[in-house]
């Protein structure tokens, strides 16, 4: 069983930061690719950053120069710090995961989400 908890989610204001956080638990053999997705009202589901095992980074257009995402690997935990939001931000943001469990099969884990709000 293999659970994500995600963090840091919450209200605030254009041009304002917010970082979150997703740690990952379970039995958990290792974890390849850690990434971020966000729906916003009315959209689809959309990829925001993922960083691999190598440290490779991959963010969609609209967030590149304000969003950073990096991991924590002894803590098994991704972030995501945004910057210089804007209200168009604003989405609920799920944390997604590719790992391997003892067994030696993969999944694809999701975390409950958290809501981003940006507005003055």
């Known amino acids: 069983q293999v659970q994500l908890v995600e963090s840091g989610g919450g209200l605030v204001q254009p041009g304002g930061s917010l970082r979150l956080s997703c740690a990952a638990s379970?039995?958990?053999?290792?974890?390849?690719?850690m990434g971020w997705y966000r729906q916003a009202p009315g959209k689809q589901r959309e990829l925001v950053a993922t960083?691999?095992?190598?440290?490779?980074?991959n963010f969609t257009d609209s967030v590149k120069g304000r969003f950073t995402i990096s991991r924590d690997n002894a803590k098994n935990t991704v972030y995501l710090q945004m910057n210089s939001l804007k209200p168009e931000d604003t989405a609920v943001y799920y944390c997604n995961t590719v790992l391997s469990v003892p067994a030696g099969f993969r999944l694809n884990a999701w975390g409950r989400g958290t809501q981003v709000t940006v507005s003055s």
């Open positions: 379970g039995t958990i053999r290792r974890i390849y690719t």
């Open positions: 960083i691999t095992d190598g440290d490779t980074t």
